[in-house]
């Protein structure tokens, strides 16, 4: 099974920045949906930013949670198998633990975007941001 392995959490000052990584076993970066969600105590899992790819594109869609738009950023290096997330700027709203995420179902039959949490197939254990 695909295994995601999620890293970089940890305690920052608002206005600072943080980079999670997630790390992918038995899983193809070229044809795959890969996302960020996160959830805050007492509060529902929310999509954060998604990066779809597919080898029939040239380049990768990106799509991002409105409270985030210009702030984080989704990346991923294929080569190593690692998605990222670049959060700057980062506000005591953005606390909550973060989940990385991949739906491998194929680019013609999936929906990639932050709104489909459901459509994820594999799940990491998160790691945990606290903003103050």
């Known amino acids: 099974d695909v295994q995601l392995v999620e890293s970089g959490g940890g305690s920052v000052q608002a206005g600072g920045s943080l980079r999670l990584s997630c790390s992918a076993s038995k899983l193809s970066f070229t044809s795959t949906c890969m996302g960020w969600f996160r959830q805050a105590p007492g509060k529902e899992r929310e999509g954060v930013a998604t990066?779809?790819?597919?080898?029939?594109?040239?380049?990768?869609?990106?799509t991002y949670a409105d409270s985030v738009k210009g702030r984080f950023t989704i990346s991923k290096d294929n080569a190593k198998n690692v998605l990222y997330l670049q959060m700057n700027s980062l506000k005591p709203e953005d606390t909550a633990l973060y989940y990385c995420?991949?739906?491998?179902?194929?680019?013609?039959?999936?929906?990639?975007?932050?709104?489909?949490?459901?459509?994820?197939?594999?799940w990491g254990e998160g790691t945990q941001v606290t903003v103050s």
């Open positions: 995420a991949v739906d491998v179902t194929p680019f013609e039959q999936r929906h990639c975007g932050v709104e489909y949490a459901s459509g994820m197939d594999y």
């Open positions: 990066i779809d790819s597919t080898e029939i594109w040239s380049h990768d869609t990106t």
